[in-house]
């Protein structure tokens, strides 16, 4: 097994474990942050859509065990997101490419036809709502939150 999938699969399942308990006697809710390419796979990103796939998967068997336990599971797909990693990419891919930093990021969003990069904030907000009481009655789904850059149906 991939090391890389063993850490992040498993470190989810583990603190799952860990913390049914206290979400149990809280009602709680967990919220996964799982990348985009759970859904929408591609070859350049193999491994981490596999280890987004799997975390979206076990969020899902988790959903029954919530209905029993009245805990929340609920994914979250973030697509192309500023960050420090997304940063980090682009200037990967500019210095392989023979271009401006700037000029990759908006070839970038012209090539996925977004009209910006979500922001970790956008992120959040969407994750916080989901572990508020007025998000109860949502349990078991995943939302992707990408601004329309996930293709085909849910």
């Given at each position: 097994m991939d090391r890389r999938l063993?850490?992040?699969v498993l470190r989810r399942v583990r603190l799952?474990?860990?913390?049914?308990?206290l979400l149990r006697e809280a009602h709680g809710n967990i919220v996964?942050?799982?990348?985009g390419a759970?859904?929408?796979p591609g070859p350049e990103f193999l491994i981490g859509g596999a280890v987004n796939a799997a975390t979206a998967n076990f969020a899902k068997g988790l959903t029954a065990l919530g209905n029993r336990d009245d805990i929340n599971v609920n994914v979250v797909h973030p697509g192309q997101t500023q960050t420090d990693r997304t940063?980090?990419?682009?200037?990967?891919?500019?210095?392989?490419?023979?271009?401006a930093v700037g000029?990759?990021?908006?070839?970038?969003l012209v090539k996925s036809g977004l009209r910006r990069i979500g922001t970790p904030e956008d992120v959040a907000e969407l994750a916080?709502?989901?572990?508020?009481?007025?998000?109860?009655?949502?349990?078991?789904?995943?939302?992707?939150?990408?601004?329309?850059?996930?293709?085909?149906?849910y």
């Open positions: 063993r850490l992040e799952t474990k860990l913390f049914w308990p996964f942050i799982v990348g759970a859904r929408t940063e980090q990419l682009f200037a990967q891919f500019a210095k392989a490419q023979g271009k000029q990759v990021r908006e070839e970038a916080l709502f989901l572990a508020s009481a007025r998000a109860r009655h949502i349990h078991g789904t995943a939302v992707a939150i990408d601004g329309g850059g996930t293709p085909g149906y």
